[in-house]
């Protein structure tokens, strides 16, 4: 690993939870850094009822998979959204 590779990652929280326009059965989760200055997406299929899968308060994503919030008022929602979130739960609470 080069001097400017790190295997660090940033703690973002659970801040949205959408469902695709286009795609059915696909759910859009948008977690954010508590500064809402990030944000990290993750699209999950729904394959049927029966597809169990955690979601937790706050994830690690790799920086590099992390967008920039550009939108003053889209990066307030976010801050407030995930300060309150890193308040009110653990990073591990299934929500």
């Not at 939870?17 to 809402?36: C, W």
């Not at 790799?62 to 959204?81: F, H, I, R, T």
Request: charged content about 35%.
């Amino acid at each position: 690993m080069s001097d400017d590779e790190s295997d660090e990652t940033v703690q973002v929280w659970l801040v949205e939870r959408t469902y695709s326009d286009d795609e059915q059965n696909i759910i859009i989760l948008t977690y954010a850094t508590s500064d809402g200055e990030q944000y990290f997406r993750k699209e999950r299929a729904l394959t049927s009822f029966s597809d169990v899968r955690d979601t937790t308060a706050a994830v690690e994503a790799e920086p590099g998979n992390l967008g920039d919030v550009s939108d003053p008022d889209l990066k307030a929602q976010y801050a407030a959204e995930a300060q309150r979130m890193q308040e009110i739960h653990d990073p591990d609470d299934v929500i």
